[in-house]
């Protein structure tokens, strides 16, 4: 079972490292949002119970963001395994469904967060200074994200028949999730259907996670009441349920 799941986590890493483009196109993306966003909102939007200013605030949402985009589509791979064979050849070999679950999510969640600290290295740049404590915590949290949403995109791509199927699904779920998981805005502020909507999307407590890291363990997040306990439980929980689910879907036929 272990050469089988690191046979599929490396394929993941040589397929992704050969497409330059997307290298080029997942890193720039949060790095563009992260400014024109951070610049453009800076006078607009306070932080609740802090002096930070937005682009602070702002930059362990993009830190999120990279590792939902990266881990989702990372996933996109089942659906073109599968139209071109390679899925149906895994699945004949005599190993496990668990070690395809396992090989393809721990390579989509490699590619996340080694991405994600690419953006988190901005940090000081805006004043974090995390240390080692935080930054532990803050590599956790994105592990815990990674898990969770390859997990999740294994189930959609394992159930969807074409790419742009899957393309479209993920669009429809990815940008509420983000934007409604504290990244972009504080729940301290919003409305009460907001801020309910953002108790119960599982990504809020994950970005909850990476502002306790980044920050360097604060007393508190500033924007919301989570407590540090509630974001590690929380997430924990939620990336534990998403592997077992998608190790479950994986039993049956695609």
Known sequence: MTAAVLALW?????????????????????????VVFGFGFADSVSVPGS?????QYLLPGMVALTVLFTAIYSTLSVVEDRQSGVLQAVL????????????????????????????????????????????????????LLAVTF???GFVMAWRLKSGRAYHAVMNVVLIPVWLLS????????????VA???????????????????????ASIPGTSLSFGTCLIVSVAVAALAFA??????RRTP
């Open 10 to 34: 490396s394929r993941e890493i040589r397929v992704f490292v050969r497409d330059r483009a997307r290298v080029v196109g997942v890193l720039a993306q949060p790095v563009l949002f992260w």
């Open 51 to 55: 002096d930070a200013g937005y682009l």
């Open 92 to 143: 004949v070999a005599p190993q496990p469904r668990s070690a395809l679950v396992l090989g393809i999510v721990l390579g989509g969640v490699t590619l996340a967060v080694g991405q994600a600290a690419l953006i988190g290295a901005f940090a000081p740049l805006v004043g974090f200074r995390p240390g080692l404590g935080g930054a532990a915590v803050a590599l956790v949290a994105g592990v």
């Open 150 to 152: 390859c997990a999740f």
């Open 182 to 193: 504290g990244a972009f805005f504080p729940e301290a502020g919003a409305s009460e259907a």
């Open 196 to 218: 309910f909507a953002m108790r119960l999307n599982p990504a809020t407590y994950g970005v909850g996670l990476l502002r306790y890291g980044l920050g360097g363990l604060p």
């Open 245 to 250: 689910w998608a190790a479950g879907t994986a």
